[in-house]
């Protein structure tokens, strides 16, 4: 009976014992669940303007980049221009994951064909001026903006508005990548960009109004209603026909007098034979 107890004893131990580590496991199961749910959040759905280390170690990595670097700073994603004078023709670009990125927020990505507009919010030095964003690395699958110091903005940043409609980007079955061709030729040695915001946006006026432009609509062409004028009659008069003078035969003249007088001198002369022979 003694060992019987004894034996119970220990069982029960070895169940206590058993039951703590279950319990321990689920519990470090249940943190790491809440840890790998707890992704950051963007502030505004279309917009991606959250540049954690987390995000920038997985998605920025030097695959599919040309002559150009990647570094996080307080501001946002940095762009260095990495050739030299060595370099005849300057051609920088970075591909941007766009989905992976998504994947790394709490936030999901927006439809392709909500995605009509593009802004991208950024500051540079040594750049020549234009930036060329691919839909995907094919020649024409872009759009092309430039822009100068007029441009910029009071805060010093640029706001770069693509219209991306007639682009394969608001054609694909979800948002992959995009080609950020930075600068093109007149790229200096050492020219940097520091891009802040990416947003997607589904009309001109959305993108205007999320850079700060006010958006102004032209207004529809009205024509003004044709109105008739009455119609007036002209006052008529009794109808008069006109005077007529007695016709008067012309003067004979020239040719036609002196025939006529040829013929009275021989109608004289006839009447005189005439009357020598009477007598």
């Not at 321990?24 to 279309?46: I, M, N, R, V, Y």
């Not at 903006?145 to 940043?157: I, K, N, P, Q, S």
């Not at 694909?172 to 940097?192: P, Y």
């Amino acid at each position: 009976m003694k060992r019987f107890t004894r034996l119970f004893a220990v069982m029960m131990a070895v169940l206590m014992v058993l039951a703590s580590l279950c319990i321990s496991a689920a519990a470090e199961g249940e943190e790491e669940a809440t840890t790998e749910a707890a992704k950051p959040e963007l502030a505004q759905p279309t917009v991606m303007d959250l540049w954690d280390p987390e995000i920038f170690a997985s998605v920025f990595t030097t695959a599919g980049c040309n002559q150009t670097a990647s570094t996080l700073t307080e501001e946002g994603l940095r762009l260095e221009y990495t050739g030299d004078e060595t370099v005849e023709q300057p051609d920088p670009y970075f591909s941007f994951p766009i989905s992976t990125y998504f994947k790394k927020t709490a936030t999901a990505a927006p439809k392709p064909e909500v995605c009509n507009y593009v802004v991208i919010k950024m500051k540079c030095e040594g750049c020549d001026g234009m930036f060329e964003l691919f839909a995907k690395a094919a020649a024409g699958d872009s759009e092309t903006v430039t822009y100068e110091e007029a441009d910029l903005h009071e805060d010093g940043w640029y706001y770069l508005i693509f219209d991306m409609e007639l682009t394969s980007l608001v054609e694909d079955r979800k948002l992959t990548t995009m080609r950020l061709d930075w600068s093109c030729g007149g790229t200096a040695v050492g020219a940097n960009m520091t891009i802040g915001a990416i947003g997607f946006f589904n009309t001109e006026e959305e993108a205007y109004t999320f850079s700060g432009i006010e958006y102004v609509t032209m207004a529809p062409k009205t024509k003004a209603p044709k109105t008739k004028a009455p119609k007036t009659e002209a006052p008529t008069e009794p109808a008069t026909e006109p005077a007529t003078e007695p016709a008067t035969e012309p003067e004979k003249s020239g040719c036609g007098a002196i025939v006529a007088s040829g013929a009275v001198l021989v109608m004289m002369a006839a009447a005189a034979a005439v009357a020598l022979k009477r007598h």
